[in-house]
């Protein structure tokens, strides 16, 4: 199998902090990548890295063969990259509808005058695009509240829609912080069906994730970071058993319950 | 024409002239604001259109229809020197770099006395700007912008407003938005500049100062910019109602402040909250 | 003749420091561009212009008493409309906005009352004796600036160094939540931040009223244009840089209008802020945060 995204010696540090210290990943195309790890490790620094919103200190990242490091956010969306966000980050004004058909903006090409002069072309486009934003609602069980506006969801529903407005732009890698956080059991569930249905669909799944079944369950294979180092990685079974991965899971579980109970 | 309206156009000429031509410049605000930017050299470059405009006409009798564009070129070239590092930025330094530029504008007109007529301004510049002109052209920018709002570029714009950073991630080239927005908000600001001299024969270096940039953004604020309408309407309320409250005097610009300062509190939409919608 | 202009430059230039520095201490603190600021400095020309004539006070009472009501002004001014915009988490340009139509509103209604003409000190409020070095006249003003400015700078800095205030103000400065995690009264130090600010601007207002014996409401609008490009140049939020540019700004302000024209001396400023964004937008040390979060 082929890398669909390699990271090489990565890092990024904020002043003092190593949020991610020199990581080596290879995403397979077609997989199914899981990153986990302890609150703090980096997971979401890593995502901001691959999706451009942050430019790495040293290290490159290359997506399909061609190295990307240096390109804004928009330009590698282009390239087929999408992602959602740990704290969902919805258009709230807009409708459910018109956020979808804002995450298709690069795939639409009507230029701008047909726009102006209202041509047919542009109300082709503009059809089928609802079309298929309508389509991807559906997909995630969303359609019937196509037209309310989006911030007015419940939270289960905007992750959801997170997902249904970065699938709009028909990526080939899908990032997804965190999809499960704050999700009841039975619509984790639900969750993890569509996801393997993606699997299915071409997209290549890199995601973060705290919930060790849905993880395990899930993914092909695993990378592990802890303090911004990558510490293990292989499939799930692998990782269930390495032991610096349970130690610094443990570890900082353990006292992550004592800081809670202390903090109560 | 019927004799009344006549009459009518004929009493409040001025008022219904600067009406059109405050939509006109509420637009261009709409139309940095409507992607969640802050310009403050609107009034900037609506004295850069007018000064054009009027020096064409006057000293080199350049015709009316090859003045205008020109009076858009001019502010845009500048938009483009001032917009093109700030867009990189915090969007603090646009707004900062353009309430510069007002400023150093009005000192550079009241100077360059051999040109710019310094202190006393242009006089004498002949009445080409027809209310038909006036009114056609807020007309055709009103519906040029329902139409781009209600396409991709439209929901650009509005996601960029909400939440830039995801717009970026949803594939928005964010600088390029940014700059062509602010090029086009200086066009028409511009174009707002030149049709203002030639219908009040009057430029004078004050007027595109401080305080018009204020003003500009008090009709965007009072009017909202859920739809281009807006902005248009709050310039009509605010341009109507200190000819009817004469009384107020000197507390004008108090009140066009406080506006400001009660939108952004109070009425965060404005008072036509509606919102376009971007989808068929 | 050059070295007059110099010294000539580095007074302007301590005067623009003053300004600027507690504009970009706004800024860096609270995240705001406090338009207001510009009236402060005109509030702390008209009371102590008020406090001279009207109770032959000195300078030694005016200045002062001068700088404190424009700081008492600043805090009831960001109370007022910056406390509901920081609460809601609005953002740099909602609260730019706000404060943009609060000068506006304040400057007309002081206009208003008090009038536009230009008014001055009463005559010999700070004597015209002057100094001279190697041909080099310094004026009493002149070094009155120049001390007061060397000494509210050095006060600051040792307040922001080595005292409690200046610790919470530079937490606050580096993050407000974790700050009000570290158990900071964030509130007060708003306040006191403020409050410093309007000091700084009221003080600067004072001196250069008197360095120019001329004072009128919009005085303070005039002087936000230098105030913009000192706080661009060295660096938003960078309170040294603010210094170095300050000083900047006036010597090259005095040289322009000493060798090319006293017209082109308005657009220095102007020109370098410009050049600034283009080519070193982080400012002169390179410490300001420009991107978006
Ligand atoms: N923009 C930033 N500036 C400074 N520190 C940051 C920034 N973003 C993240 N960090 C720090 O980097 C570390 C990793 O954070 P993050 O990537 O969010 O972890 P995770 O997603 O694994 O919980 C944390 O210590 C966090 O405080
Ligand atoms: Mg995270």
């Known amino acids: 199998m082929s890398a669909l995204l390699s990271a090489r010696g990565l890092t990024m540090q904020f002043r003092g902090l190593l949020a991610v210290n020199a990581v080596d990943v290879d995403v397979a195309a077609g997989s199914v990548h899981g990153i986990i790890g302890p609150n703090g490790a980096g997971k979401t620094t890593f995502f901001n890295l691959i999706s451009g919103l942050l430019r790495p200190t040293s290290g490159s990242l290359t997506l399909d063969g061609q190295d990307v490091t240096a390109l804004p956010p928009y330009a ?12 969902i980050r919805m258009f709230s004004d807009m409708s459910v509808l018109e956020n979808v058909m804002t995450g298709m903006h690069t795939r639409l090409k009507a230029p701008g005058w047909s726009a102006l002069l209202r041509l047919p072309g542009f109300r082709a486009e503009e059809r089928e695009a609802r079309a298929q934003a309508m389509e991807l609602l559906e997909f995630v069980g969303l359609a019937d509240k196509a037209d309310g506006r989006s911030g007015s969801l419940a939270y289960g529903e905007q ?83 390495d032991s610096s991965v349970i130690e610094a899971y443990l570890g900082s579980k353990v006292a992550e319950r004592l800081a809670k109970a202390h903090g109560a | 024409m019927a004799e009344w309206l006549d009459d009518f156009l004929f009493t409040y000429e001025n008022l219904i002239h600067a009406l059109g031509i405050h939509g006109l410049l509420a637009l261009s605000m709409y139309c940095v604001m409507a992607l969640g930017q802050l310009s403050l050299g609107q009034a900037a470059f609506m004295g850069l259109g007018a000064y054009t405009g009027a020096l064409l006409t006057l000293k080199l009798g350049l015709p009316f ?54 202190a006393l301004g242009l006089s004498g510049i002949p009445q080409k700007a027809s209310l038909w002109l006036v009114y056609g052209l807020l007309a055709v920018c009103i519906a040029g912008f329902w139409a781009i709002g209600r396409s991709r570029i439209g929901r650009a714009m509005e996601a960029m407003r909400e939440d830039e950073m995801a717009a970026g991630v949803m594939g928005v080239n964010l600088p390029l938005y940014k700059l062509g927005a602010l090029i086009a908000s200086a066009m028409l600001a511009g174009l707002a500049g030149s049709l203002a001299a030639h219908s009040n024969s009057f430029i004078g270096p004050n007027e595109y100062g401080f305080e018009a940039a204020v003003t500009i953004l008090s009709f965007a604020l009072l009017g909202g910019i859920g739809t281009p309408i807006a902005p248009v309407i709050g310039a009509f309320v605010l341009t109507a109602l ?39 | 003749m050059l070295s007059q202009q110099l010294v000539n430059g580095l007074v302007l230039g301590s005067t623009y420091a003053l300004f600027a520095l507690g504009f970009t201490l706004i800024f860096g603190v609270l995240r705001v561009i406090n338009l207001t ?41 960001d109370g007022i409309l910056l406390t509901r915009l920081r609460r809601t988490k609005a953002g740099e340009l909602p609260s730019l906005m706000v404060t943009l139509g ?23 409020f700070v004597g015209s004796t002057a100094l001279e070095f190697a041909g080099v006249r310094v004026s009493l003003v002149q070094m009155l600036i120049v001390g007061t400015a060397f000494v509210m700078v050095a006060v600051l800095f040792l307040l922001l160094q080595y005292t409690r205030l200046g610790l919470m103000i530079r937490a606050l400065a580096e993050n407000e939540d974790a700050a009000r995690l570290m158990g900071i009264n964030v509130d007060a130090t708003v306040v006191a931040v403020s409050f410093l600010s309007g000091l700084l601007g009221g003080a600067a207002g004072v001196l250069i009223g008197l360095n120019f014996n001329a004072i009128q409401p919009f005085m303070g609008e005039a002087m ?64 300001a945060q420009v991107k978006r979060a």
Not at chain 3, 107 to 121: K, N, S, V
Request: hydrophobic share 55%; with cysteine.
């Open chain 1, 76 to 87: 590698r969306t282009r390239m087929g990259l999408a992602r959602t966000f740990q704290n």
């Open chain 3, 37 to 77: 600021y510009g009236f402060y400095f005109s509030v702390g020309a008209f009371v102590a212009l008020w406090l001279a004539r009207s109770l032959g006070a000195s300078i030694w009472i005016a200045l002062p008493l001068g700088s404190l009501a424009a700081g008492l002004v600043a805090v009831v001014i």
């Open chain 2, 65 to 118: 229809w090859l003045v205008l564009p020109i009076s858009a070129l001019v502010p845009a070239l500048v938009a483009l020197v001032i917009g093109g590092p700030t867009l990189r930025l915090n969007g603090v330094y646009l707004a900062i770099s353009t309430i510069a530029l007002g400023e150093v504008l009005r000192v550079l007109y009241i100077n360059a006395e051999s040109l710019t007529g310094g």
């Open chain 2, 242 to 280: 200190p000819e009817l409250l004469r009384p107020l005097a000197d507390f004008r610009l108090v009140f066009n402040g406080l506006i400001i300062v009660l939108a952004v509190l109070f009425l965060p939409r404005g008072i036509v909250p509606f919102r376009l919608r971007r989808a068929p």
């Open chain 1, 159 to 241: 992750r959801r829609l997170e997902i249904a407005r970065a699938l709009a732009s028909r990526p080939r890698l899908l990032l997804l912080d965190e999809p499960a956080a704050g999700m009841n059991p039975a619509e984790t569930r639900e969750l993890a069906v569509l996801l393997k249905q993606l699997g299915q669909r071409d997209v290549t799944l890199l995601l973060v994730e705290h919930d060790m079944g849905f993880v395990m369950d899930l993914c092909d294979r695993i990378t592990v970071l802890n303090f911004g180092r990558k510490i293990a990685e292989g499939g799930p079974r692998d990782i269930r058993n």
């Open chain 3, 224 to 287: 936000m244009l230098r105030g913009f490009a000192v706080i661009i140049i060295g660096g938003l939020g960078d309170i040294r840089g603010a210094l170095v540019a300050g000083i900047l700004l006036g010597v090259l302000e005095v040289l322009t209008a000493g060798y090319l024209s006293s017209n082109a001396k308005e657009a220095v400023g102007f020109a370098i802020l410009v050049l600034t964004l283009w080519f070193r937008p982080v400012g002169l040390f390179g410490r």
């Open chain 3, 102 to 124: 609060a000068v506006l509103a304040l400057y007309a209604l002081m206009a208003a009352l008090i009038g536009t003409e230009i008014q001055r000190f009463p005559f010999g």
